[in-house]
């Protein structure tokens, strides 16, 4: 059976492949998430989403390894995961009413080599009051999410559209993983 390793810790990554009927393990790796700024949004995420896998990979270099990395992209600056309650609701502010875009990128590793690639989502926001935001940000959902919100639970109420994956916004592009995955030398179990 071939081995497959999810680099993340995040509970919607792994959702997302358990609801694909995949057996496989989690390895979580702390990595410097730290980029150059000179970087283009989707080089940012295919980069961290390759280290957080390379350290898991360098231990398990028989398996196939999953990294992935999201960020929000507002004015052209990339929003991370907020530090406390001010950053949450200062994102949460920008985001009200308007466009933005989400970028998740995804690494392969595996014995027959790297495979990056990356999603890019437009997500536009309801006009928000102050009340809704200080709402969300109270319920403790915008802190482990970049942009201060995560689109599948409470934070679904905020997004009026999208245009792309929505996958790609909770954190794995999962149609696009899937087929890379098979192309690397994976098999299905079904």
Known sequence: MQNLILASSSPRRKELLENLRLSF????SEVDESFDSKLTPEEVV????ERKAQVVFQKNPDAFVIGSDTVVVADNQILGKPADEAEAISMLKRLAGRQHE???GVAILSATGITKFFERTEVWFWELTDEDINAYVQSGEPFDKAGAYGIQKLGSMLVRKING???AVVGLPVARTIRELKKAGYQLPY
């Open 46 to 49: 295919m980069e961290l989403a």
């Open 102 to 104: 989400v970028f998740t």
């Open 165 to 167: 994956d929505y996958f």
């Open 25 to 28: 393990s989690i390895s979580s």
